[in-house]
C-alpha cells in the first residue's frame, strides 16, 4: 500500500502541552514536516503545573535539552520524592520517594524481607533502605552516578520542579530555533471538511485561516478541537476524586531548600508546596461540596512558609478523560485530554507519554483506524492505571475528623485498585499491570506509608535465617548512611551547577 506522508502538523495551544509537543515534534519529524503553533497571549496558559516525575529526564534527552541549562532558565531545582502529611491519620509522614527500595538478594523482593522483619521489631523504617528518601530528609542532592555499579549513589533517581511560565517560554525559544513557526492570535473558528468532519483549518480572529493535515489540540481544559468541535465526549471520576477546585499561589523562600514536594492532606482536599529557586509554589486542592471557597483560600493562606506573593488564584476542573484522545485528525495532548489532580505530579509526563505514542502511530493522509484505536486503547489504559494509584491515597486514609475523609474511606473504588489492596493486604504482594507508570515500589509506600499492614508476608522469607535477613538489611542501611553523608546539600549542588540568573 502506498504512503501519502502529511503536510503540516498544527499544534493549537501553547502551554506545557503545546511547547512541549512542538519541541519533541521538531526533533522527531527532522524538518520534512510544517509546525505550526497558534496560542494566543490573550488567553494565557494555566500556569501551574511545577512538580514533575523522573521520566522528565527522557524527554530532555530526546529533546536534546541540557539538564543545568534548563534549570538555570526555569528557577529549576530538583525533587526526590513527594512528603505526604496527615494523609493516614492526622500527624503522619511518609515519604513517596523515587527509585528503589533495598536492594535484591534472595529468592523473594527486598521488601518482603522487610516486611517480617519490621513487624518483628527488628528492621528500621522502610525509607531507610533507600538512598534516595534518606537523602530527601536530609536535604542532600546528586545525580545517580552510573559508573559506580556496586554503590547506591547509582539507585538516586530525580526528577525536577519549576517554574511553569518560564519553561513554557524556554521550550518556545527551542522550538523555534528547530523550525517550529510560533503564530500568535485567537482562535474564533474551527473548519472541518465536509466529507469526513476532519479538522482542515483554525480561523484566527484576524480572519487568517491555519490550515493542516493533522491538529494537536494544547488548547487546555477547554478543549477547542476534541470536545468544542468534535464533541467527543468525557468520562467523568468525580465519584472517586471529588476534588474540583484548587487556588495557587507562590510565596517567598523558606531558608531551607526542600528537594522534594510536599502534599498535606486537609480538611477537606490537600495542600502542596513546591519549593523553586526564587520561589515557593504552593496550593490548595479541595471538594466543593465540603468546603467553601473562602476558607479554603483562607486555609492555604494561613499555612505558608514565607510571604505570600500575590492573591490566591483559583482553578475549576472536572476529574477524568476525553473518550477518545484521538477522534479524526485531532489528537489532545495535555489538560485537553482529561484531568488527574496533581496529587503524584503525572500531567506533565502524560503529556509527555501521549506525544511519544503519537510519535509510534504518527499517520499519514490515510489515518489508520486500527492505530488510531491502539493510541486510544493506551491512552485510556494510562488514565486509568494513574488513576488508581491517586486513588489509593484517599481510600487508605483513617481520618475521622472531617465528612469528607470518611466518605472517601468508604467509597467503593474500581475493582483493579481493590484487587491490588487485597493482594497487598493478604501478603505485602505488589502487583504492576500492562507496565503500568507506577513502580512496586511507588505502590508499596503509598500503602506502607497510610498504614495498610499486611496479614503476613512471602512464605518464602522463612527459607532464610533471621539473623542473616538482619545483618542484609543493616548492611544496606549503613551503606547508604555513608554514601547520603557525602552528597552535598541540596542548595549548594544548586548554586554550583545551575544558579539561574537572578
Ligand atoms: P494550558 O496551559 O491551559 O494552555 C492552553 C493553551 O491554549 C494556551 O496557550 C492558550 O492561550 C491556548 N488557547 C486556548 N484557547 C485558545 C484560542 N481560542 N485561541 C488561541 N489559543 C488558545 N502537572 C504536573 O505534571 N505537575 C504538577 O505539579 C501539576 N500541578 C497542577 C496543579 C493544578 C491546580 C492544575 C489545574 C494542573 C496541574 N498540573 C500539574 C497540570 C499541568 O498544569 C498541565 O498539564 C500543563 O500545564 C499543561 O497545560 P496545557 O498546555 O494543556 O494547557
Redesign the pocket.
Known sequence: MQSFPLKTVVI?????????SATALAVALKGRYTIRL????????????????PMIQLFNKVAGIDENEFLRQTQGTFKLGIEFVNWGRMGDRYMHGFGKIGQDLWTVRFDQYWQKMHRLGKAKELQDYSITRTAALANKFMPARHDLPNSPLRDIAHAYHFD?SLY?RYLSKLAQTRGVQRIE????RVSQREADGHVDA?V?ESGARVEGDLFID?????G?LIEQTLHTGYDDWTHWLPCDR?L?VPCESAPKLLPY?RSTARRAGWQ?R?PLQHRI?N?H?YCSAHVSDDEAAATLMANLDGKPLGEPRP?K?TTGRRKKAWNRNVVA?????G?L??LE???????QSAIQRLIDYFPDEAFSQADVDEYNRQSQQEYERIRDFIILHYKLNQRDDSAFWKECAAMAVPETLTHKIALYASRGRLLRIDNELFSEEAWLQVMQGQNLVPQSYHPLVDVQREDDIAEYLESVRAVIVKCVELMPDHAQYIAQHCAANA
Not at 497558534?38 to 516525575?53: K, P, R
Not at 494544547?218 to 477547554?222: H, L, N
Open positions: 493549537v495551544g501553547g502551554g506545557t502541552a503545546g511547547w512541549m497558534v496560542e494566543s497571549d490573550e488567553i494565557g496558559i494555566v500556569g501551574v503545573g511545577e512538580a514533575t516525575i511553569a513554557s492570535g485567537k482562535i474564533v483554525v484566527l494544547c488548547s487546555g481544559f477547554r477547542l484548587a495557587a514536594t502542596w513546591i509554589g496550593g486542592v482553578l476542573f495532548v495535555g489538560l485537553s485530554s484531568f489532580e496533581p505530579s503525572t500531567s506533565i509526563h502524560m503529556i
